[in-house]
């Protein structure tokens, strides 16, 4: 019996440092500490050596001089530039615009005035059927590794809106966001 009882203790610590192997190399593992005081578990990431830094640039001002589809000014297409790093072959830059349709008067807040955004690929002289859906995003430029493209909307107001607005200065937001995007992703 006493020879049995340094090959357990042997055996035991044999499966113990199997299972910290196995959790080493990040597969799922039930562990108990003996003191049920506390439990360590590690957080890993890696960096990729292609760090991708990009902004964009916008045109700072539209302006919409009439009403009505007559009216209809382009928003002029937002530009994707790398700062630092290159794109591979599976990846691209999207940038995305979203807008709430409220201009709101500059001497009075409680004066809105709305407007909207038509697609310029769909564009049939203003019609309802072409205008973009506020707060929903979309997509007006991609950078590639090899290639960019760009479709900035038309921005313009409801003839009825713009008849019946007192008179002033109004100012709304459209909202740009970028990301990186994998192709498996």
Do not use: R
């Amino acid at each position: 019996m006493k020879k049995l009882i340094p090959l357990l203790l042997a055996l035991t610590l044999l499966l113990s440092l199997g299972s910290a192997a196995i959790a080493a190399e990040g597969n799922s593992h039930t562990y108990t500490d003996s003191d049920n005081t506390t439990l360590d578990q590690t957080i890993t990431t890696k960096i990729p050596d292609n760090k991708i830094l990009w902004h964009l640039e916008i045109p700072a001002e539209v302006v919409i001089s009439e009403g009505g589809v007559e009216g209809f000014q382009d928003v002029k297409n937002v530009k994707i530039v790398i700062d630092s790093g290159e794109l591979t072959d599976g990846q691209k830059i999207e940038a995305s615009m979203t807008y709430d349709g409220t201009m709101t008067m500059e001497t009075d807040d409680s004066v809105q005035l709305a407007y909207v955004l038509s697609d310029k690929t769909l564009f049939n002289g203003g019609n309802y059927d072409d205008t973009l859906e506020t707060g929903k995003a979309y997509i007006v430029g991609t950078k590639t590794k090899d290639d960019d493209t760009y479709n900035a909307p038309y921005a313009w107001v409801l003839s009825g809106e713009w008849d019946m607005a007192p008179s002033g200065s109004y100012a709304g937001t459209i909202q740009y966001t970028s990301e990186l995007v994998e192709a498996n992703g």
